[in-house]
């Protein structure tokens, strides 16, 4: 395949720099017939197509290896390209499948692509630090491996945040991605490059990771559907990481899809390869690799019951959350399920707790990283770190810190437990409804408050995003007389421009508790079917 069939025209280029949403229409305009048809389709019904043999797995690379760089040079995406071994590996694949009649997993022929934080054999890992590039790695992370044997192909790894530390994406490598959607927002962080790429279907499926919302944010102004587990479900078995050795508020791998049908392929896919027999850190949950996915939603609304969440008292979102909010909330009481109003205990330590703890060696990681190359902080997170480390915490103010997190988790338990009590089902809330962040997408430099997708990891709890429409200025008006509940949300809420906001996706989050992740499936499948019922009504959007 000649390099320039990858390369896009300087007039497209320069079309897409001005052009507010490049997914859909724009980038599929760009793509022949059969690679436009075969990238658009669901990655359940790829992987149907190349087991039937309508597709081979090489064919299918090749489109997205095609799709891939463009999604790149019109989103500045993409740290990493893979497509020599990916097309060695698609005709393996394709052998096999003619020698054996079968597939060799059941991902067969489907290109992935993950956040530049994995190592894959022969490829860089940068991490958005300049002083890594070009730096020998010679392992390959666990999920690549588990991946390849279930027979999905990886392809790229994608852009993320210098350090990870920040909630959009910038680093001194590339440069500052915007969202395909809306570029007049980011696409969020750290996990940004893989949300614009998978909404740009630049891969089947992908992974980021996440220790404060950074495959939430993400996967949320993208309009994907992601699951970010509990830490002990998804192995992180040599995966490179910022402060590798903090251990309390560990980070995770979580699922970025385009379809709740193939994340939950993905998740089911990857737990048959029985990881805890190569990691330590993995739960054995071989009890739950035949749970039937469906199984909740079987039982009917008076055997499910959902909290509600519509803000934390401290930051009220914007009207496209509240409206995706309530959206949810009709869908579900129309299919007769209850809800209970969700006030649980305050929010406000876990962002305190978060920070003491992923910077309890004072930055000096960070520091260390930087210090190869000499490379400034971007300008985003200057100030947050200042020109050197500073001092580590000490070991006693650990312990206690430490304590203090075991205390508020056992409340939050005892709080969930207690609305037993409030449950139409006499039995505690199955998951919470509420917004994965104050806003769909954020206008650059105006992310004010990380509470809603920071708390889920001080927790360790497991959180879906679902995505349920798009921002709309005519429906989604400022509200001029709104008062804030203090001066971070009067900031957050004069950042709301209706104009700017225009067409970006509106998300909501599904909480569930530690170690949910089946169940939260299964719950997801409830809300789906309900919102796609809701949305075959005249005039769904004005509620």
Partial sequence: MARNYWLLPTDVLTRAENTPK????????????????????????????????????VKVTTAFCKRAPYAHQLNNNVLEFI??????????????????????????????????????????????????????????????????SLGAIPIAKTTCVQTLFFGETNNNILGYTKNP????????????????????????????????????MPSAFAGLYSLKPSHGRISYKDVANSVPGQPVIPSVIGIMAISLPSLRLMFKSLQSTKPWLDDPEVINFSSRLETEPNSIALEGSDKVSFGLYENDGMVVPHPPIQRALRIVQKALDLKGYKFVTWDPPSHREAATMHSFFLRADGNADVFEQIN???????????????????????????????????????????????????????????????PASPHAGVIPGKYYHYLYSNFPNVLDYTTMVIPVTN??????????????????????????DPEKYNGAPASFQLLGRRLDEEKLISLATIIVEALEEYKKQDGWENV
């Fill in 181 to 216: 959607f809306n570029q007049a927002l980011s696409t969020g962080g750290s996990s940004g490059g893989e949300g614009a790429f998978q909404a740009l279907r630049g891969s089947g499926i992908g992974f980021g990771t996440d220790i404060g919302g950074s495959v939430i």
């Fill in 22 to 57: 490049l997914v859909g229409d724009f980038i599929e305009s760009l793509l022949d017939p059969e690679t436009r048809e075969i990238t658009a389709l669901d990655p359940v019904d790829i992987l149907a197509r190349v087991r039937e043999g309508t597709y081979t797995a």
């Fill in 83 to 148: 497509f020599e071994a990916a097309l060695e590996q698609a005709k393996e694949l394709d052998q096999y499948l003619e020698q054996h009649n079968e597939t060799a997993g059941p991902l067969h022929g489907l290109p992935v692509s993950m956040k530049n934080q994995f190592h894959v054999n022969s490829v860089n890992t940068s991490m958005g630090y300049v002083g890594w590039i070009n730096k020998e790695r010679p392992v390959e992370s666990l999920l690549v491996k588990e991946l390849k």
């Fill in 471 to 496: 921002a709309n200025k005519t429906i989604d008006i400022f509200d001029k007389d709104y008062k804030p509940l203090n001066d971070v949300d009067k900031k957050n809420w004069l950042a709301y």
């Fill in 372 to 434: 190869l190359s000499g490379e400034p902080f971007i300008p985003e997170i200057q100030a947050q770190f200042g020109e050197k480390p500073k001092p580590p915490a000490l070991l006693l103010d650990f312990y206690k810190q430490y304590l203090h997190l075991k205390e508020c988790r056992e409340k939050y338990q005892a709080y969930w437990n207690s609305t037993a009590t409030k449950s139409s089902t006499g039995l505690p809330v199955d998951a919470v409804i509420l």
